[in-house]
């Protein structure tokens, strides 16, 4: 099998080339985007990662390939009727940075709590020690607004619990034996809204979840309340973000 691979990073080649000894790989290094003139009439698989776009334009380039394999979870950076359309399959991986992602998220939200890039910026350009205007706040007690009930929010929920806050939800498909065993409580997006100190996002990005936080529902939302976004950036309106930061909502 011939596989057409973008990668990243140098590792990446070696690795996934003794993984699969019987195959032969075509490499090109970084997106599609830094490739403009990568192409593989032979290829049968196309390999990407998020940074890579692809649509009819770069299927064009691969017109042997019937399978498309994203390496992350989310998979908007890819026309998947386009490719059922020429009788490919995409395929994704769903699991895909579940503990890393909730880590990084919850890191966030200690860094926010807990001042550490203030204090940090206040010492490297002044070197005071000084801790007036970093108190921060505890978690225990807080609320936190869950979007998204996947891999990633379940250790996202799981951390918070351990933490000591009280988690409600909101999702689409709503897992009520989930919800009994972590702790917490599936409540409409305006009730997420209303009711968190903390809203952290880790919904897929496609047309139901696109702007999902915007102009006419910002204002919406607890006031003070802290937004986390690990997922993808359009869930957010732009506009409606600043606004809530100029307002003092968010």
Known sequence: MRIAYYYNEEWEKEFVSSQFPEDTFNFFKGPSSSNPDAEDAEAEVLSVFVNTKVDANL???????????????????????????????????????????????????????????????????????????????????????????????????????????????????????????????????DELLSSSDVISLHAPYNLHTHHMINQENVGRIKRGAYLINTARGRLVETAALVSGLRDGII
């Open 59 to 189: 299927l064009d380039k691969f017109p042997k390939a019937k399978l498309v394999a994203t390496r992350g979870t989310g998979f908007d950076h890819v026309d998947v009727a386009e490719v059922a359309r020429r009788g490919g399959v995409t395929v994704n991986v769903p699991a895909y940075g579940e503990h890393t992602v909730a880590e990084f998220a919850m890191a966030l939200l200690l860094a926010l709590s807990r001042r550490i890039y203030n204090a940090y910026r206040r010492i490297e350009t002044t070197g005071s020690f000084d801790q007036e205007g970093l108190r921060g706040f505890d978690l225990l007690g807080r609320t936190i607004g869950i979007v998204g009930t996947g891999h990633i929010g379940v250790h996202m929920i799981t951390m918070a619990k351990a933490f000591g806050m009280d988690v409600i939800a909101f999702d689409v498909h709503q897992d009520e034996t989930l919800a009994s065993s972590l702790g917490f409580r599936y409540v409409s997006f």
